[in-house]
């Protein structure tokens, strides 16, 4: 049996920044096991032609995701960073794109704005905290929608404090950026020469514990590791952990997830009628958002990921909602890729509950990192990482120094 200091269970962008935490130094051996061909998991680009590529899931990252520029800078550098232009979105609401401008009920805003800027967002959702701050209309009207489309789901329960958190920023880095060849390379660049061993193809698909660590099944091999980190959506989490840690593994199952069926499509520019934009927001459309390449310009061609509700269309009906948005016929479409999206529907009980399990794993040997512990962005994915390397670092050493004064 293989021994490791450390498996991670998953290759996302949390997965490869824990591991590129822990793996400060060297001095641990470890293991990442993805279960897909492709590292990335919600990070997918779609190498549409081979000088353009659409973001399938996440497109957009920021100065202030410091953790994640950080591991970038020091496993690879920072120069295939490329700035996104900054274009507006649009509202898209009966057929008619508007500008939030457009859509905004100054009266009800004035009325109230005065009054809700200092109240804390701790303990409220978006929708109690922003109908307070703008006024109940201003929020069905314009951020109701324009949540769904950041967070590609029904967004009025999720907590008020797991959005636009204050963070520092990284000057010497453009406020919003993407990736030369698409965000896929930048996961390429979290591995790239890394002190850590990565295996795709790999899924897990059972945890034992063991008295000094935990058996990990994976593609029919059975490997052994002191410690261990999961960085899987928390359904997958829960059940890999049902038989070794039920008390864990209920707590993980509380959290459901949501489903995004994202559909891109590259066309011809001189066919679509649309003006520039970062994206539009529907409202109370078939879709949430579409994501335009728009901020990453290209000359002959322009692509469009649509983020739809789950079980509404087929792909049929999809590409004819497609076609009408962006004004095209099917036979202007060049290229189409879909793929289904997962994400935590995260709501204000979980601030308390992941609180909760933290508590549970205080001077436990498993790690839990991922989109559900404060956020979901790619930022707070490596800063939730990046603490949970530091519990690991942290009692690695101590156990190494007590089996010094033992030995
Ligand atoms: C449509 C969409 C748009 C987004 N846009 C942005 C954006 O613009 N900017 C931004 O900052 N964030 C954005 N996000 C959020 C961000 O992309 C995700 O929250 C983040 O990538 C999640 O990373 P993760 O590693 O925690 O989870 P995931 O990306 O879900 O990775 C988990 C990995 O675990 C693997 N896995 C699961 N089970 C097993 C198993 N049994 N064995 C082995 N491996 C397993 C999966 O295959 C997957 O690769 C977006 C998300 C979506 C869906």
């Known amino acids: 049996m293989t ?27 470890i293991l990442v096991l993805e279960k ?32 994640l520029l950080q591991i970038l800078q020091e496993r690879h550098g920072l120069e295939e960073i490329i700035p996104r232009r900054r274009l507006g979105y649009r509202f898209l609401d009966g057929g008619r794109l508007q500008s939030a401008l457009g859509r905004i009920d100054w009266l009800e805003l004035f009325g109230r704005l005065p009054f809700g800027l200092l109240r804390s967002k701790q303990g409220l959702s978006l929708a109690d905290y922003y109908s307070a701050l703008f006024g109940p209309r201003n929020y069905a009207r314009m951020l109701a929608p324009a949540f769904a489309a950041v967070l590609s789901q029904p967004a009025d329960a999720f907590p008020a404090q797991w959005l636009f958190r204050r963070k520092s920023r990284m ?9 030369d060849g698409g965000l896929q390379r930048m996961i390429e660049a979290l591995v ?49 952990l049902l038989d070794s840690l039920p008390h864990v593994a209920a707590r993980l ?39 335009s ?33 962006l004004g095209i016929a099917p036979d202007d479409i060049l290229g189409v890729h879909e793929t289904v999206n997962r994400l935590p529907a995260l709501t204000v009980e979980h601030v308390d509950q992941v609180a909760e399990l933290d508590e549970t794993l205080r001077d436990s040997t498993l790690y839990l990192t991922g989109n559900y512990f404060q956020g979901l962005s790619l930022g707070d994915c490596a800063d939730r990482s990046t603490r949970e390397a530091y519990r690991l670092l942290k009692t690695h050493h101590r156990h190494h120094r007590k089996e010094a004064h033992h030995g």
């Open 293 to 325: 390449r728009d901020p990453l310009p290209h000359p002959r061609l322009r692509g469009f990921t649509f983020h739809f509700r789950p079980q509404r269309l087929d792909s049929a009906a999809k590409l004819a909602r497609v076609c009408a948005v």
């Open 192 to 240: 790239a020469n890394a002190p850590f061993e990565v295996a795709t193809g790999m899924p897990v698909t059972a945890i034992r514990r063991q008295r000094d660590g935990f058996e990990v099944m994976a593609g029919g091999e059975m490997l052994v590791c002191r410690h261990l980190a999961l960085a899987t959506p928390p359904d997958a989490a829960a059940r890999l």
């Open 36 to 67: 897909e061909t492709r590292l990335g998991g919600c990070v997918h680009t779609w190498q549409a032609q081979p000088d353009y590529w659409l973001e399938l899931g996440a497109h957009t990252a920021y100065n202030s995701y410091k953790n």
């Open 171 to 179: 000057r010497e880095v453009p406020r919003r950026y993407a990736w």
């Open 3 to 29: 021994h490791y200091d450390l498996i991670v269970v998953g290759g996302g962008v949390s997965g490869l920044t824990l591991a590129n935490r822990a793996a400060y130094r060297g001095q641990l051996s």
């Open 253 to 291: 199952s509380r959290i459901p997830m949501a489903e995004i069926e994202s559909l891109a499509v590259v066309v011809p520019a001189a066919r679509v009628r649309l003006p520039e934009l970062a994206g539009i927001i529907g409202v109370e459309d078939d879709f949430y958002s579409v994501v």
